[in-house]
């Protein structure tokens, strides 16, 4: 699974931290919050309902399996999960994409949940102008608190995250050989 990886048009590769056959998650440009990442499909496609049947479930069941790791990683009480699909519904980047962030009940950065939504839409609105200005620094929107990422911010990030997935699979791997090993004895 060493080959390229795009978001839209854009190789992504250095920020993934978790690829399956037909889903990938890769960390956020542009986080909102720490732990602010995305699933995508591995195929390029603009639209949900574009997915085949066996790309959506890998999809979700990504999605499922990142927010789990994510939310412990972050120590996070819960996720927001968000799709915009389409540009009438704040899409800009014409790829698939869930956004995974995690939140607390207590010291989350939003003081009402519903915050998050606007803040979403106002992080993709300009999106591919600043992926294709890197590798520059990255810049953020002038109203934003957030750190500017570069390329080898979120390198870094990636490889971190990464070693809790190669863990829970070096543990799911070892559960199954010890359950074959049972079957057989």
């Not at 440009?29 to 479930?57: M, N, S, Y």
């Not at 999106?127 to 109203?143: F, I, S, T, V, Y």
């Not at 390329?151 to 699979?169: C, I, R, S, V, Y």
Request: proline share 6%.
């Amino acid at each position: 699974m060493s080959s390229s990886l795009l978001f839209s048009t854009f190789d992504v590769s250095r920020q993934a931290f978790y690829r399956s056959r037909l889903a990938a998650a890769i960390v956020n440009l542009k986080p909102l919050v720490p732990g602010h990442v995305l699933v995508i499909p591995t195929r390029v496609v603009p639209r949900l309902a574009d997915l085949k049947h066996d790309e959506l479930a890998a999809l979700m069941t990504s999605v499922q399996h990142v927010g789990k790791v994510i939310e412990r990683v972050y120590g996070a009480d819960g996720l927001t999960i968000a799709c915009q699909d389409g540009k009438a519904a704040g899409q800009t980047v014409p790829h698939v994409h869930f956004h995974l962030l995690p939140r607390k009940l207590q010291g989350d950065i939003f003081a009402r949940n519903d915050d998050v939504y606007p803040a979403l839409e106002r992080s993709e609105g300009g999106l591919p102008d600043e992926l294709r200005q890197a590798p520059q620094p990255l810049q953020m929107d002038a109203d934003e608190d957030r750190k500017p990422r570069t390329l080898e911010d979120m390198e870094k990030e990636a490889l971190w995250l990464k070693t809790f997935f190669d863990a829970a699979e070096a543990t799911a791997g070892a559960s199954s050989s010890e359950a074959a090993v049972e079957k057989t004895s």
